[in-house]
């Protein structure tokens, strides 16, 4: 579930430089059957994606954002629903990207606001997993303070400046990514170093320098440190679960587990090949990076496939599931999203209990 923020823009930028592999023999052009099946899996997963995607987030977006009272569950909710809601409407853009071969027919304004829309939201929504895990934490290790300061005016500064970092981090794509025309007149959406040099040699150098640091920027702030964050409050979690004994109701730490395991899944692939292609952008750039373009497309898909898992992850799991399909869909996404009751003035030995463990329940 929780989910990183790749460079996109980095990502394509490497699609484009990779060449299909090909069958020379007989004196005929052929692809080989393996990347055939590798580009249906790859458009079926985005297909999929896209309508599971579009369809549970803007449920939850519809229930959180007009059917309920905001609370700070709920904002941290609906803004995570948002950014993978507007994620998961780029898809068949990037779809008809890589149907085109690394081509983009669809002009300069849709090539900046595609790709920005794809950073900021991925960035975004990185950002607001690892909030919402140091929130249920607080929660847990610190109910009082949780109970007098944990207001959703509170969420709403720290989530604008959740947006803000997101926006920040996207600024390269804002300003540099364009349509560039290719020999023979092929349109690409890719970064533009042009204006800074008009050099071949320094235009390569400057490109590697952008791109590298870009991609450290994109493992380490995107992945690294969310990661770290989320499995610190998830320990602290099953730490104090397991000093109140409530490790042998297992659903909550049941839940933690799904959610760890399905962000491993989904992202680590991806990361892994995006740093390998970080540390041989050079290679890359010169379009001798055919074999880790291949291993791109498989792993983004996967990485992408996470977008639809957030509402199954973070909403249906957190209950009965069969008692949710059985009643209405969106008064249980209500009940969901809703935050659970907490004593106001409690002894200190009732708040560190009792408080810690309905946030564990519904995590």
């Not at 702030?221 to 499995?231: E, L």
């Not at 935050?339 to 708040?351: I, L, R």
Request: aromatic content about 10%; some cysteine; overall charge positive.
């Amino acid at each position: 579930m929780f989910r990183t923020a790749p460079s996109s823009q980095g990502v394509d930028k490497m699609v484009n430089n990779s060449s299909l592999p090909m069958n020379t023999s007989a004196g005929t052009l052929t692809v080989p059957a393996g990347y055939i099946v590798l580009n249906v899996f790859s458009y079926t997963v985005c297909a999929v994606t896209f309508v599971l995607g579009v369809l549970g987030n803007g449920l939850v977006i519809w229930v959180a954002g007009f059917r309920m009272k905001h609370t700070v569950t709920t904002m941290c909710y609906l803004n995570l629903a948002i950014a993978d809601f507007s994620f998961t409407l780029t898809l068949p853009f990037l779809a008809v990207r890589q149907a085109w071969g690394g081509h983009w027919p669809l002009g300069w304004f849709l090539c900046k606001l595609i790709f920005t829309i794809v950073d900021i939201n991925l960035f975004g929504s990185v950002f607001l997993i690892a909030l919402i895990a140091l929130d249920r934490c607080i929660c847990v290790l610190h109910p009082v303070w949780a109970q007098n300061h944990r207001t959703v005016s509170l969420a709403k500064k720290v989530i604008a400046v959740v947006w803000t970092c997101a926006l920040l981090l996207t600024l390269p794509v804002i300003i540099r990514v364009t349509t560039v025309t290719r020999p023979f007149g092929h349109q690409v959406c890719t970064f533009d170093f042009s204006p800074w040099t008009t050099d071949r040699a320094e235009k390569m150098k400057v490109a590697i320098t952008m791109q590298t640091v870009r991609g450290i920027i994109r493992f380490v702030i995107g992945f690294s440190m969310p990661m770290f964050t989320v499995a610190i409050c998830y320990g602290l979690i099953a730490t104090k679960m397991y000093k109140q004994g409530l490790l042998q109701s297992s659903r909550p730490l049941r839940v933690l587990s799904y959610v760890v395991v399905a962000f491993l899944f989904c992202w680590c692939p991806f990361q892994v090949v995006a740093l390998i292609l970080t540390i041989r952008i050079r290679e890359v750039l010169s379009g001798m990076g055919g074999n880790l373009g291949v291993a791109l497309i498989a792993t983004s898909s996967l990485a992408y496939f996470n977008s639809c898992l957030n509402p199954m992850l973070y909403v249906f799991m957190g209950r009965d599931f069969r008692e949710r399909l059985i009643r209405s869909l969106p008064a249980s996404l209500e009940r969901a999203l809703t935050e659970d009751s907490t004593p106001t003035k409690d002894t200190a030995a009732n708040s560190a209990s009792a408080p810690a463990e309905v946030q564990l329940q519904a995590t």
